[in-house]
């Protein structure tokens, strides 16, 4: 059975940090991508990163780029998200998702296969 399983999310102050866990069980790590996505109340799921697991390539959009960092331990089948600087905006539930790596950098959530259940980030005073 694939499993996507998310972990790490928290309330934390502004300018905070916090890193999520996404541990990957189920399919050959290295045949895919993945991919971290948030959702804030109201508002359509946006993709934020990705990793390609095989040779270590990261995507991120430029909002995030300079606060998120990805990563992933192959040995531990697990994908990381370390956010430094938190914003209230940034408040949102966080998914992780697998994708075929050929699709590695997409954000079109209709292509990737396997998903999360998801961690909630809540950024408040």
């Known amino acids: 059975e694939v499993q996507l399983v998310e972990s790490g999310g928290g309330l934390v102050r502004p300018g905070g940090s916090l890193r999520l866990s996404c541990a990957g069980s189920?399919?050959?790590?290295?045949?895919?991508?993945i991919g971290w996505f948030r959702q804030a109340p109201g508002k359509e799921r946006e993709g934020l990163s990705c990793?390609?697991?095989?040779?270590?390539?990261?995507y991120y959009i430029d909002s995030i780029k300079d606060r998120f960092t990805i990563s992933s331990d192959n040995a531990k089948t697990t994908v990381y998200l370390q956010m430094n600087n938190l914003r209230p905006e940034d408040t949102a539930v966080y998914y992780c998702a697998a994708v075929l790596r050929e699709y590695s950098g997409s954000y079109t959530d209709t292509v990737y296969d396997y998903w999360g259940q998801g961690t909630q980030v809540t950024v408040s005073s």
């Open positions: 990793i390609s697991p095989s040779d270590g390539t990261k």
């Open positions: 189920g399919f050959t790590f290295d045949e895919y991508a």
